[in-house]
């Protein structure tokens, strides 16, 4: 089981900024490793180290809002920069799949419409996985993201934690 320090780890080493394409490892087989792989050939799957090319990018740790009832994923003000300010049909890409919906740029906080529901189900999505959204494409007509997940597995001893503290204030999560 992977801890949750680890998951961090993943994620940061995916957004390092040695992590770019013109940074990337030469040799084929170090550019495609794998997380937690033990010396074992790389195959392209979801657990897989991807490159960012340099575009603008953000992450996110999933929480409850953005995959329970409401299934909301507004965009970060950093990125709102980068973003039209209409609702245009934007693209999700993630091994080798492609989600279709609309971006709604238009009001106060930015969001995706409720493809993202499809989306989240489709990837079984979890709280605490990572997501690393890379804007491929933003043009006044249409918005490409290139995700990576990083799933965030919480092990079972900190999960009963969760379950039964950190609720309210009375029952606050105590970490030795």
Request: aromatic fraction near 4%; hydrophobic fraction near 20%; proline fraction near 9%.
């Given at each position: 089981m992977v801890t949750p320090?680890?998951?961090?780890?993943q994620l940061a080493a995916v957004k390092m900024e040695a992590c770019t394409t013109e940074n990337a490892?030469?040799?084929?087989?170090?550019?495609?490793?794998?997380?937690?792989?033990?010396?074992?050939?790389?195959k392209l799957d979801e657990d897989e180290i991807r490159y960012l090319s340099g575009k603008p990018y953000f992450d996110m740790v999933l929480s409850k809002s953005h995959i329970s009832h409401t299934f909301g994923l507004l965009f970060p003000v950093s990125m709102i920069r980068e973003l039209p300010r209409a609702t245009i049909p934007a693209v999700l890409k993630n091994g080798g799949k492609i989600w279709n919906m609309s971006y709604c740029g238009g009001g106060v906080r930015p969001k995706l419409d409720s493809g993202w529901k499809t989306f989240v189900a489709d990837n079984n999505l979890k709280i605490g996985d990572g997501c690393v959204f890379e804007l491929m494409e933003s043009t006044g007509t249409n918005l490409v993201f290139k995700v990576m997940i990083v799933r965030g597995d919480i092990p079972t001893e900190l999960q009963e934690l969760i379950d039964s503290r950190g609720k309210s204030g009375d029952t606050p999560i105590v970490l030795d």
């Open positions: 320090s680890k998951r961090v780890a490892p030469e040799n084929e087989e170090i550019r495609h490793t794998r997380f937690g792989s033990n010396s074992e050939p790389a």
